[in-house]
């Protein structure tokens, strides 16, 4: 099993939908998590951290539940400049160690 | 402030040639990573610094070296060049690795024929 896991998609949804993306982690002991966004052919860049309690940015949702293991990002009233990869990230570093982990991605695809 | 800059944006090597990718950041981080992106797989970590003068291995470090003989700098070489080693290369900072933002350059495309 991967350590991060995301469906790639791609979710083809109309402007103005509401669409949610999941990523599932396989250590309990992770500490933190992110979403990042990749546009085509673009560095990732941050979306979002992602808090125990949920957090809200705009048209974006952020939860977490670690009873499941996994984080969803809810994109609300979706744009055509939403369209772009959405990275699941893992952070399960304990001390002295390095362990940053990148899920492969949720393509979206918001058309007009 | 430029961010995080890459050089060079694209390459094309042959296989067994050797070439030295340098990443640079102005943002007075302490932490450079370099990453390798390749379809259907997550970025990978290759190699890592924790400051200056200091380089560790990530996930696939196999056939790469790095050096951080300035804080502002990364570099990482290939010392000999082979196909598997095609890829977007993207070198990334950050103030810490606890839940700090990663900031990513622009990335490399390099080709190995």
């Known amino acids: 099993r991967k350590e991060v896991e995301q469906d790639p998609g791609p979710f083809n949804v109309p402007e103005g939908a509401t669409v949610a993306f999941n990523c599932t982690y396989s250590n309990s002991a992770s500490q933190s998590f992110f979403w990042y966004r990749q546009d085509c052919r673009k560095e990732p860049k941050l979306l979002m951290s992602v808090y125990s309690s949920g957090n809200e940015d705009g048209r974006f949702t952020a939860q977490l539940n670690r009873a499941s293991q996994y984080i969803s990002l809810l994109i609300r009233d979706s744009k055509l400049s939403d369209s772009a990869t959405y990275l699941c990230?893992?952070?399960?570093?304990?001390?002295?160690?390095?362990?940053?982990?990148f899920g492969t991605g949720t393509r979206l695809k918001v058309l007009a | 402030n430029a961010g995080v800059t890459q050089t060079p944006k694209f390459r094309v090597l042959k296989t067994g040639q050797s070439m030295t990718l340098l990443c640079a950041q102005d943002m007075n981080h302490e932490y450079m990573y370099w990453y390798r992106q390749d379809p259907g797989m997550g970025l990978r970590l290759i190699h890592y610094?924790?400051?200056?003068?200091?380089?560790a291995k990530g996930e696939v470090p196999d056939g790469y070296n790095v050096s951080r003989l300035k804080k502002q700098n990364f570099l990482l070489g290939l010392e000999s060049a082979a196909p598997s080693q095609t890829s977007v290369y993207f070198c990334?900072?950050?103030?810490?690795?606890?839940?700090?933002?990663?900031?990513f350059g622009p990335g490399t495309r390099l080709t190995v024929l």
């Open positions: 610094s924790v400051g200056e003068g200091t380089t």
């Open positions: 990230v893992v952070n399960s570093a304990t001390s002295g160690t390095y362990k940053y982990i």
């Open positions: 990334a900072s950050s103030y810490s690795t606890s839940s700090d933002t990663q900031y």
